[in-house]
């Protein structure tokens, strides 16, 4: 087992070392200079006191400082291996936009969206579940084909039209005033309430990001659970089990839904990247400083060590979480062995 | 640099980076009752200000905050536009030659931790300025041709510049003080002069690169400064507080601007239409609302009942650029029949909604420059074919396309328009001008490119026609930079290659000009000249609403194109937030 460990771990260094090259390459190549950005384009610089010739110089001059002070003059392979070797001592460099240290702007931001997706996540998985076991063992009823539509209805609603719906309607202004339409904390909050005070107060504010972050994930866990479990159902097994007299909820609940929930197990670890890596969409809509939404301005004012730190984090989470759902698997299935298996 | 007025740089109009300060008028309610302070003002931002030093930082929404907090030399009536002392006694002593500035600063003035306001610090902000090594290449720029500035006594400052130029005191006139003890507490730039910095340092090289990185680096969100407010926090992601000072300096003072609301806050809301909800909700007090929700989601007894709606110009115009170098677009007959085709009024109408006005000139038009007998031209497509016609353009192969031998080679009237995508005006523009055009046998095909591609595209001159905006200047413009020839080289903001020899020698000229009636005369032609010449299809300047909460008092629109919450205050009865701020 320790082997088979040090063998991934092993493999998984130049496959980082690759992703992170590729990344490294496409982001500072795709058309967009962060100077010229930071500068308003290099058009505004000039001011009101206006450009002469000479003037213009300046500008550049001051695009070319401020590459410089960021160490976007030396060629690329350079700064890549600069990036790595900073990489080493976990130094993801500071930011352009304000020349903060990028580590503590991921961790400033990761309690907000872990939040966020390890609450909608359980959701996912509390409703899903359920779901799919009821609509395998009442295989073509009416109830499988209600919760079937209804979970897929869902699954093609935008959640940004019904994340906007819901601060309409629900968020004050003309309709209900049920939720607040953002944020995380209400405009009191304070440090000095009672636990239980603050705890309502981010869970009145979560509900609904929660809510919009899951809806749409109901149909594809539920149709999975469905038919892994419908799978299960007619195998040899199961007619054994039935043979012998064992009550249906045994049958279901003890044999079935144990060998159902393998594959179920081995998505799960798949999650863990997705963890950290915030939803855009709702971040933005309900105005929750995310990573998602650090992530996608960084993209837009081409802020690279913020990029690139957020992408190497999720890689390395992939990276293992692909690890982990094999270790899982061999967990959940004993005829699973390390062993037979070549990486 | 500069918050408080010279904010409305010739800048690229990024979308929603519009409003932030300045503020026309409607009438000061006369005999009201006098101002006084309490109460909060809790105002929306679209995302986090990127940091709030206020030399590093190059964003409208740091602007926005900081210019409570730190206060310049001089400043600009927000109604009259004159440039008044703030931090300074009085306009500067200027030289006979145009090239010392002499300010002596007041000594009743001092930072929010108590320590005086000195020359010392005056000196200091400016060598922060000019160090290469802080992290400040663009608003550096602005200082370009100050070269020295040294102390005469501790109240006196004397600055040299590099050349005469009359917006040289509009320039050091903004210099913010900051408080040297606070920003390089070690004293590392002690010893060095600003000429130094503006030149060669190598003899101090050593503090010089520990200053800036402390600079750079330290104060991102901690500003202190001598202005009215303190800076209290900011959540990443969710507000900006800042706190009245209560012993502010300028508490009383004669000629001094007076703030009332004891709180300012910034709510962070990343989403239009949650601020919107949050506005109704009674959250935010008050917001800049986007055209359809002026139009549909803000009326009503109940809406009217807590928000007035305030509806004014803002100093920024769009444009259709034509690429002056292009075969089709070097002829001006072909521009002007570009203009006629363009429907301004109808544009106005549907694609802003009415909220905006058509524009025929690169100048404000509450600017005395401005030029009001500019022929404004109309939509007129019989007119613009004359012109066609006029400039050889013509149907010659029957193949719907309008077509002429230009350098010995048929061409036909083929081309794109480049805008940047996402903004959903410059497509409606687009748009509407290439219906227009296929109707006259003229082939314009749209395209929409992301930010950064399309800036680098215009700069490169790799455009047929373009649109784009322009920030208008709302104190003394200076068009150098977008209008004269030389700019058209090396990236510069003549885009469009725009060359008139006439037009290079006015906008020289204007700039030696200390005479302001003269400098008026001078851009009255310059404006003559590009309304005929058409090198912009010029389009409109938008108007923009912000409703702000019924309990406030003295707010206005002033001429430079916004409100100024800094004058507000409410009524000791109606307040409705009575705590101090909380420990959060």
Same mark, same amino acid.
């Given at each position: 087992?320790?082997?088979?460990?040090?063998?991934?771990?092993?493999?998984?260094?130049?496959?980082?070392?690759?992703?992170?090259?590729?990344?490294?390459?496409?982001?500072?190549?795709?058309?967009?200079?962060?100077?010229?950005?930071?500068?308003?384009?290099?058009?505004?610089?000039?001011?009101?006191?206006?450009?002469?010739?000479?003037?213009?110089?300046?500008?550049?001059?001051?695009?070319?400082?401020?590459?410089?002070?960021?160490?976007?003059?030396?060629?690329?392979?350079?700064?890549?291996?600069?990036?790595?070797?900073?990489?080493?001592?976990?130094?993801?460099?500071?930011?352009?936009?304000?020349?903060?240290?990028?580590?503590?702007?991921?961790?400033?931001? #990761?309690?907000?969206?872990?939040?966020?997706?390890?609450?909608?996540?359980?959701?996912?998985?509390?409703?899903?579940?359920?779901?799919?076991?009821?609509?395998?063992?009442?295989?073509?009823? &009416?109830?499988?084909?209600?919760?079937?539509?209804?979970?897929?209805?869902?699954?093609?609603?935008?959640?940004?039209?019904?994340? !906007?719906?819901?601060?309409?309607?629900?968020?004050?202004?003309?309709?209900?005033?049920?939720?607040?339409?953002?944020?995380?904390?209400?405009?009191?909050?304070?440090?000095?309430?009672?636990?239980?005070?603050?705890?309502?107060?981010?869970?009145?504010?979560?509900?609904?990001?929660?809510?919009?972050?899951?809806?749409?994930?109901?149909?594809?866990?539920?149709?999975?659970?469905?038919?892994?479990?419908?799978?299960? &159902?007619?195998?040899?097994?199961?007619?054994?089990?039935?043979?012998?007299? #064992?009550?249906?909820?045994?049958?279901?609940?003890?044999?079935? #839904?144990?060998?159902?929930?393998?594959?179920?197990?081995?998505?799960?670890?798949?999650?863990?990247?997705?963890?950290?890596?915030?939803?855009?969409?709702?971040?933005?809509?309900?105005?929750?400083?995310?990573?998602?939404?650090?992530?996608?301005?960084?993209? #837009?004012?081409?802020?690279?060590?913020?990029?690139?730190?957020?992408?190497?984090?999720?890689?390395?989470?992939?990276?293992?979480?692909?690890?982990?759902?094999?270790?899982?698997? !061999?967990?959940?299935?004993?005829?699973?062995?390390?062993?037979?298996?070549?990486? | 640099?500069?918050?408080? +007025?010279?904010?409305?740089?010739?800048?690229?109009?990024?979308?929603?980076?519009?409003?932030?300060?300045?503020?026309?008028?409607?009438?000061?309610?006369?005999?009201?009752?006098?101002?006084?302070?309490?109460?909060?003002?809790?105002?929306?931002?679209?995302?986090?200000?990127?940091?709030?030093?206020?030399?590093?930082?190059?964003?409208?929404?740091?602007?926005?905050?900081?210019?409570?907090?730190?206060?310049?030399?001089?400043?600009?009536?927000?109604?009259?536009?004159?440039?008044?002392?703030?931090?300074?006694?009085?306009?500067?002593?200027?030289?006979?030659?145009?090239?010392?500035?002499?300010?002596?600063?007041?000594?009743?003035?001092?930072?929010?931790?108590?320590?005086?306001?000195?020359?010392?610090?005056?000196?200091?902000?400016?060598?922060?300025?000019?160090?290469?090594?802080?992290?400040?290449?663009?608003?550096?720029?602005?200082?370009?041709?100050?070269?020295?500035?040294?102390?005469?006594?501790?109240?006196?400052?004397?600055?040299?510049?590099?050349?005469?130029?009359?917006?040289?005191?509009?320039?050091?006139?903004?210099?913010?003080?900051?408080?040297?003890?606070?920003?390089?507490?070690?004293?590392?730039?002690?010893?060095?002069?600003?000429?130094?910095?503006?030149?060669?340092?190598?003899?101090?090289?050593?503090?010089?690169?520990?200053?800036?990185?402390?600079?750079?680096?330290?104060?991102?969100?901690?500003?202190?400064?001598?202005?009215?407010?303190?800076?209290?926090? +900011?959540?990443?992601?969710?507000?900006?507080?800042?706190?009245?000072?209560?012993?502010?300096?300028?508490?009383?003072?004669?000629?001094?601007?007076?703030?009332?609301?004891?709180?300012?806050?910034?709510?962070?809301?990343?989403?239009?239409?949650?601020?919107?909800?949050?506005?109704?909700?009674?959250?935010?007090?008050?917001?800049?609302?986007?055209?359809?929700?002026?139009?549909?989601?803000?009326?009503?007894?109940?809406?009217?009942?807590?928000?007035?709606?305030?509806?004014?110009?803002?100093?920024?115009?769009?444009?259709?650029? +034509?690429?002056?170098?292009?075969?089709?677009?070097?002829?001006?007959?072909?521009?002007?029949?570009?203009?006629?085709?363009?429907?301004?009024?109808?544009?106005?109408?549907?694609?802003?909604?009415?909220?905006?006005?058509?524009?025929?000139?690169?100048?404000?038009?509450?600017?005395?420059?401005?030029?009001?007998?500019?022929?404004?031209?109309?939509?007129?497509?019989?007119?613009?074919?004359?012109?066609?016609?006029?400039?050889?353009?013509?149907?010659?192969?029957?193949?719907?396309?309008?077509?002429?031998?230009?350098?010995?080679?048929?061409?036909?009237?083929?081309?794109?328009?480049?805008?940047?995508?996402?903004?959903?005006?410059?497509?409606?523009?687009?748009?509407?001008?290439?219906?227009?055009?296929?109707?006259?046998?003229?082939?314009?095909?749209?395209?929409?490119?992301? +930010?950064?591609?399309?800036?680098?595209?215009?700069?490169?001159?790799?455009?047929?026609?373009?649109?784009?905006?322009?920030?208008?200047?709302?104190?003394?413009?200076?068009?150098?930079?977008?209008?004269?020839?030389?700019?058209?080289?090396?990236?510069?903001?003549?885009?469009?290659?725009?060359?008139?020899?006439?037009?290079?020698?006015?906008?020289?000229?204007?700039?030696?000009?200390?005479?302001?009636?003269?400098?008026?005369?001078?851009?009255?032609?310059?404006?003559?000249?590009?309304?005929?010449?058409?090198?912009?299809?010029?389009?409109?300047?938008?108007?923009?609403?912000?409703?702000?909460?019924?309990?406030?008092?003295?707010?206005?629109?002033?001429?430079?194109?916004?409100?100024?919450?800094?004058?507000?205050?409410?009524?000791?009865?109606?307040?409705?937030?009575?705590?101090?701020?909380?420990?959060?």
């Amino acid at each position: 087992m320790l082997t088979y460990l040090v063998q991934r771990v092993l493999l998984m260094l130049p496959t980082f070392l690759g992703i992170t090259l590729i990344a490294f390459a496409i982001i500072h190549l795709a058309p967009g200079d962060p100077a010229e950005l930071r500068a308003g384009g290099g058009l505004a610089a000039g001011g009101e006191g206006g450009l002469s010739m000479e003037r213009r110089g300046t500008v550049d001059r001051a695009l070319q400082e401020w590459r410089t002070q960021f160490g976007l003059d030396k060629p690329l392979w350079m700064q890549y291996l600069v990036w790595l070797k900073n990489l080493v001592t976990l130094n993801f460099g500071v930011s352009f936009k304000d020349n903060q240290p990028v580590w503590g702007k991921i961790v400033e931001r #990761l309690p907000a969206t872990l939040k966020l997706n390890v609450l909608s996540i359980l959701l996912v998985y509390v409703v899903a579940i359920p779901l799919g076991i009821y609509s395998a063992t009442h295989q073509y009823s &009416l109830g499988d084909q209600l919760t079937t539509i209804g979970a897929f209805v869902l699954f093609a609603l935008p959640s940004f039209w019904v994340g !906007t719906m819901a601060i309409v309607f629900f968020g004050g202004g003309d309709f209900f005033y049920w939720f607040p339409p953002g944020g995380l904390y209400s405009v009191d909050y304070s440090s000095q309430w009672p636990w239980w005070q603050q705890a309502a107060d981010q869970a009145w504010h979560l509900l609904l990001p929660v809510l919009m972050l899951s809806y749409g994930g109901f149909a594809g866990l539920s149709r999975f659970m469905r038919s892994s479990m419908l799978e299960n &159902l007619r195998q040899d097994f199961v007619l054994v089990a039935r043979a012998k007299g #064992l009550a249906e909820r045994v049958v279901i609940y003890k044999h079935i #839904l144990r060998n159902s929930l393998i594959p179920i197990v081995t998505i799960m670890a798949s999650i863990i990247p997705g963890l950290i890596s915030g939803s855009v969409i709702i971040e933005t809509l309900f105005s929750i400083p995310g990573i998602g939404q650090l992530s996608y301005d960084a993209v #837009l004012a081409r802020d690279y060590p913020i990029i690139m730190a957020v992408f190497t984090i999720s890689s390395v989470l992939t990276l293992i979480s692909i690890l982990l759902s094999d270790l899982l698997l !061999t967990v959940v299935d004993p005829r699973i062995a390390f062993g037979q298996r070549t990486a | 640099m500069g918050k408080r +007025w010279m904010q409305p740089f010739m800048g690229l109009v990024l979308s929603s980076v519009l409003l932030a300060g300045g503020a026309l008028g409607q009438q000061r309610s006369p005999g009201a009752e006098a101002p006084v302070t309490g109460d909060w003002l809790i105002s929306h931002m679209l995302s986090d200000p990127e940091q709030l030093n206020p030399l590093t930082s190059n964003d409208a929404g740091s602007r926005a905050v900081l210019g409570n907090i730190f206060e310049s030399l001089l400043q600009r009536d927000p109604r009259t536009l004159e440039l008044k002392p703030l931090l300074a006694l009085a306009r500067p002593e200027i030289s006979e030659d145009k090239l010392t500035y002499t300010f002596k600063i007041r000594q009743d003035a001092h930072f929010q931790d108590g320590r005086p306001v000195t020359g010392e610090d005056v000196i200091f902000s400016m060598k922060a300025l000019k160090c290469p090594l802080v992290n400040a290449p663009f608003a550096r720029v602005y200082f370009e041709s100050i070269i020295d500035a040294k102390l005469l006594d501790p109240w006196t400052i004397r600055f040299t510049a590099r050349e005469p130029y009359f917006l040289n005191e509009n320039v050091l006139g903004g210099i913010d003080a900051l408080p040297r003890h606070y920003y390089d507490p070690e004293g590392l730039l002690q010893n060095v002069t600003v000429a130094e910095l503006a030149g060669d340092y190598t003899k101090h090289e050593e503090q010089v690169r520990k200053f800036a990185q402390h600079f750079n680096q330290s104060y991102s969100r901690n500003p202190m400064g001598s202005g009215p407010y303190k800076f209290k926090s +900011w959540s990443t992601g969710q507000e900006v507080l800042l706190e009245r000072d209560p012993r502010y300096w300028g508490i009383g003072k004669e000629g001094i601007d007076q703030v009332y609301t004891n709180v300012r806050k910034a709510r962070i809301i990343n989403n239009t239409d949650a601020a919107l909800v949050s506005l109704k909700a009674g959250d935010l007090d008050m917001l800049s609302l986007q055209p359809l929700q002026h139009l549909r989601q803000s009326s009503g007894a109940r809406f009217e009942k807590d928000y007035a709606k305030h509806i004014y110009a803002t100093p920024s115009y769009t444009y259709i650029g +034509w690429n002056n170098d292009h075969p089709i677009f070097r002829d001006a007959r072909v521009r002007q029949a570009m203009t006629c085709f363009t429907n301004r009024q109808q544009m106005v109408k549907t694609v802003l909604f009415d909220l905006g006005q058509v524009v025929d000139g690169p100048i404000y038009r509450f600017r005395p420059e401005y030029d009001e007998s500019l022929f404004s031209h109309p939509y007129d497509p019989q007119q613009a074919l004359r012109l066609l016609g006029e400039a050889g353009w013509k149907d010659s192969d029957g193949d719907g396309i309008l077509d002429k031998v230009v350098d010995g080679q048929k061409i036909p009237f083929r081309f794109e328009i480049k805008f940047n995508s996402g903004n959903d005006i410059r497509k409606s523009v687009a748009l509407a001008l290439q219906d227009e055009l296929r109707k006259h046998g003229i082939d314009a095909n749209v395209r929409a490119l992301d +930010w950064t591609i399309y800036l680098d595209d215009i700069r490169n001159h790799k455009f047929d026609a373009m649109i784009l905006g322009w920030a208008m200047s709302v104190n003394e413009p200076d068009a150098y930079q977008v209008w004269h020839s030389s700019q058209a080289a090396n990236k510069g903001s003549n885009m469009i290659s725009y060359k008139n020899p006439r037009v290079d020698t006015i906008l020289q000229e204007y700039r030696r000009t200390f005479d302001a009636s003269k400098r008026i005369e001078l851009y009255r032609d310059f404006q003559r000249i590009l309304n005929e010449e058409q090198p912009y299809t010029f389009l409109f300047m938008q108007k923009a609403v912000t409703a702000v909460n019924r309990r406030f008092r003295g707010v206005e629109v002033l001429p430079t194109g916004g409100l100024r919450p800094l004058e507000w205050w409410v009524p000791k009865a109606l307040q409705k937030y009575t705590s101090q701020l909380t420990a959060q």
